[in-house]
DNA sequence: GCTGGCACTCGATGGGGTAGAGTGCTAATA
DNA sequence: TATTAGCACTCTACCCCATCGAGTGCCAGC
């Protein structure tokens, strides 16, 4: 791959008219196909000069001597970069999603139906993650005791989420210490990101002087252990992965195996999502690009979601390399959006 | 098929050894290869005769003229009720059982590992319904307030689990009114199981009369609406599909998407299950004896468990139906009993 | 610089031949 | 009468090979 060729506009044309010819009916495009489908009038014979050079460049590849040609990752790029005329949304995916991605009581219930939504709309996988814990704000706290040392605590946030953790305590408390502990991390830190309160509260502990008394430390203490970062505070919804077994290019047993092994460790998908958190927008990571091997042959197109113009997750769409990224693009953009207006908490 | 042959000693024999053989290596079993296999000493000849016996009585088939023979669905289900012989666990398998079916905090904690330890043994499938909540007994319950009329209720069951719910009242309660609900709630019916609480409940609504104070029937009433059971209480811990995918007979992808997809549809997976929830010990369905076009391939190996003597769920293992249920059978129900022991309450 | 022509390459398809596994049937045997 | 050896038969799996069609690269001519 020698880049010092010239890409003129042409050749750019060209490309993009075989990008889209091969996603449209996924064979490799030859010139003869080519040559009918764009307006310039050229001969096969010169479309095939004009492929040779991009091939060169790594844009296209033939997977083999006498098959046309299909894009490589880096031609999917330039495709998607500077060549893509995305398409709005129609009518009747926007009075879906309108319809359906409300605000609910329940935010695992909206989560799930976005992801739905993503896949069924796609007829690719959907994948949503949980909104991030760390950013939204507090909004009361409570402790129940439970037997001796341990003590049920249950804190509402802001987006209407209810968590729960069983805390194991050094000392034994009554149900009124408990309630006065409650009370004073309510009036202290409601409001605040979860984030903010455990700086805070890891400030407190540090440089506790007698000022504090024996219940506000209690108190702070506790909310130390109750906030202590889980595991399970990073976690997706994924749909119609099933969808996925459809497509021939992810037909091998092998390759399938390894991708539905990656959704279900998660771990590999998370860290792949949580790359696209800080995004302007919707990101693109084309086959090899993620850097998993198990998503070598699928793009994800994801977009940030907030609250309280807070960005809190990620969602996005798995499928095939080979899909199509202008209408994908913008219902992924579209959907971020509304979720995110949906889980905005009426004030 | 006709039902009207002998099945001498013999014959019983001559299946259990070829169905033993088909599991082992997947290949239809023909009559030389069963003549060395068993101690009877008999010519290949006889032994044909004798499955040609087997086959009008259904119990084996041929895939074609000039291939062995495969078990059918009654083959296997004779195997499996008469001529099986299981298989102890080895000292590894109960080590890891023991080692990691233990008590946690967290109810789904243990189920997940339960369902992972199904998988990962037995290299197929591990599946473990949630405890019904309808049968385990409450502990406590709590309500908090979070806006006008919308009211978080916590319940902590006797397995230590917490749920929680948002519940929409038609009034505007004050915490202390809120506060004393609980208290009478918690006095009146701690300990009994969820269903026995919601048909008193029920009870109490129903014949209401004066006697009953304002306070109590508001905490009554909104027991009601707590209680109210919800489709997410029937759910269940898959692990390991991905292993389903390496087996042969279930690499068509028609039906390995029809099989994925009835797992995340859920709910016939669940009534399957369900069915198995008063069986004492061990229950099996081979192939098409469950009903569902997905599992035709499929066998299910299931053991209900228990809390405190209560049957609250079931856990199995899915897998192809040719599997080596002489270790199956033992690994889940020995599973289900520890899984039992493991979720009870420390008293 | 573009095009038509042409030889070439490669995968897909399908026919034909063969080897091997296993059967069912029959006649012989214990 | 139950068992066995022998044999013809059937079916699949496999390989080989010819053919076809799509598409290419290259070259000479416009």
Known sequence: MNNNQVLNERSLQLLKALVERYIQDGQPVGSRALSKDTELKLSPATIRNVMADLEDMGLIRSPHTSAGRVPTVSGYRLFIDSLLTVKPLNSEELKLLRKNLIAKDNVNDVIGMASRILSDVTRMAGVVTLPKRELVSLRHIEFLPLSNTRVLVIFVTNEQEVHNKILHTSK?????????????????????????????????????????????????????????????????????????????????????????????????????????????????????????????????VTAPYSINEQVVGVLGVIGPTRMAYERVIPFVDVTAKLLGAALNPKT
């Open 172 to 300: 034994q408390f009554t149900p009124a210490q408990l309630q006065q502990a409650a009370n004073y991390l309510n009036s202290v830190y409601s409001g605040l990101s979860l984030a903010a309160v455990r700086k805070a509260v890891l400030k407190e502990l540090k440089d506790a002087q007698e000022q504090m008394n024996r219940e506000m430390l209690d108190a702070v203490q506790m909310a130390k252990l109750a906030l202590d970062p889980e595991k399970s505070d990073e976690d997706y919804v994924l749909s119609g992965e099933t969808n996925l077994m459809g497509f021939s290019e992810l037909s091998d047993m092998e390759r399938l195996k390894e991708l539905f092994d990656a959704f279900s460790q998660k771990r590999g998908v998370i860290h792949l999502l949580d790359q696209c958190l800080n995004a302007e927008g919707v990101q693109i990571f084309i086959g090899e690009e993620s850097g998993y091997h198990a998503f070598e042959q699928c793009s994800l």
